[in-house]
């Protein structure tokens, strides 16, 4: 059966010729970033910093840095992320949002793979947040590291709200090459999350309690620090669950200073 479609109104119809122009040159300049990357055994990021035809508005109220077209946003981080970590958008359909987003001042809800719609919740020059599906999120941080350089780090979170919310947690220079975890974030331990003081429930206990240890990492634009929320709890035998929940200490944050570390 043929699939009803939408009628487009008019404004819908304007955006679309209007952007056109723009989301072609992007197509290019995204195809020369590939053979540069593919050619280039250090590449420089010709797919992320090189393109002067995309203004760098990222967020409504802010209009500064338009001046500067070759600046790192979440949105130029957005389009070309590795499809593992962003597989269920095609990378015409994340152009397709950016489009609309920056000409229609318009937060556009597009369709993912599954067959359902993707769209963005919160968008800032260093931040961009979007659920992707009805039960996962994605948030692109662009963190400052040494000499001006530039750390991306992606948290892919799956879950609902009443489930155990898990978050994939990456990083990558500004080539969009990944880099190791570890040299960026101190995870907490299973202890740092529990007030185990003049309390007769031991670390072990709760260890053997959880079936494994799902941590929900969320952040936000600017000097928002990491916060990271044990969510287990949640999936546990009712008795157990309301034997630690009292125990539960409130989410831990980390502010970043080159690196996320939990104390």
Same mark, same amino acid.
């Given at each position: 059966?043929? /699939?009803?479609?939408?009628?487009?109104?008019?404004? $819908?119809?304007?955006? $679309?010729?209007?952007?056109?122009?723009?989301?072609? +040159?992007? =197509?290019?300049? /995204?195809? +020369? #970033? +590939?053979?540069? @990357?593919?050619? /280039?055994? +250090? !590449?420089?990021? #010709? *797919?992320?910093?090189?393109?002067?035809?995309?203004?760098?508005r990222s967020d409504r109220s802010d209009q500064s840095d338009k001046s500067d077209p070759n600046k790192l946003t979440a949105l130029k981080v957005f389009a070309f992320?590795? =499809? $593992?970590?962003?597989?269920?958008?095609?990378p015409s359909t994340r152009l397709d949002m950016i489009d609309y987003y920056e000409q229609a001042d318009s937060l556009?809800?597009?369709?993912? #793979?599954?067959?359902?719609?993707?769209?963005?919740?919160?968008? /800032?020059?260093? &931040? @961009?947040k979007m659920q992707v599906t009805p039960v996962s999120t994605l948030e692109i941080k662009i963190l400052p590291f040494v000499k001006k $350089?530039?750390?991306?780090? %992606?948290? &892919?979170?799956? *879950?609902?709200?009443d489930g155990a919310k898990d978050t994939d947690v990456r990083f990558f220079d500004e080539t969009l090459r990944p880099m190791h975890p570890g040299d960026f974030i101190k995870p907490p331990k299973l202890k740092n999350f529990f007030n185990l003081k003049n309390s007769k429930v031991k670390?072990?206990?709760?260890?053997?309690?959880?079936p494994f240890m799902a941590v929900w &990492?969320?952040?936000?634009?600017?000097? %928002? !620090?990491? %916060? #990271?929320r044990l969510t287990t709890l949640?999936?546990?035998?009712?008795?157990?669950?309301?034997?630690?929940?009292? @125990?539960?200490?409130?989410? @831990?944050?980390?502010?970043?200073?080159h690196a996320y570390r939990f104390r």
């Amino acid at each position: 059966m043929k /699939a009803e479609r939408k009628v487009k109104t008019e404004r $819908e119809m304007k955006v $679309e010729r209007n952007v056109s122009g723009w989301r072609q +040159a992007l =197509l290019r300049l /995204a195809a +020369a #970033a +590939a053979i540069l @990357l593919a050619a /280039a055994p +250090a !590449p420089r990021a #010709a *797919g992320l910093t090189d393109r002067s035809d995309q203004s760098d508005r990222s967020d409504r109220s802010d209009q500064s840095d338009k001046s500067d077209p070759n600046k790192l946003t979440a949105l130029k981080v957005f389009a070309f992320i590795p =499809l $593992e970590v962003l597989d269920m958008l095609r990378p015409s359909t994340r152009l397709d949002m950016i489009d609309y987003y920056e000409q229609a001042d318009s937060l556009l809800s597009a369709p993912n #793979a599954l067959g359902g719609s993707s769209r963005f919740l919160q968008v /800032a020059d260093d &931040y @961009l947040k979007m659920q992707v599906t009805p039960v996962s999120t994605l948030e692109i941080k662009i963190l400052p590291f040494v000499k001006k $350089e530039k750390v991306i780090m %992606t948290l &892919y979170t799956t *879950g609902s709200d009443d489930g155990a919310k898990d978050t994939d947690v990456r990083f990558f220079d500004e080539t969009l090459r990944p880099m190791h975890p570890g040299d960026f974030i101190k995870p907490p331990k299973l202890k740092n999350f529990f007030n185990l003081k003049n309390s007769k429930v031991k670390e072990n206990e709760i260890r053997e309690a959880l079936p494994f240890m799902a941590v929900w &990492y969320t952040t936000g634009p600017g000097d %928002t !620090p990491l %916060t #990271a929320r044990l969510t287990t709890l949640s999936i546990l035998p009712q008795e157990t669950a309301d034997l630690l929940r009292p @125990l539960l200490l409130p989410p @831990l944050s980390a502010p970043w200073h080159h690196a996320y570390r939990f104390r």
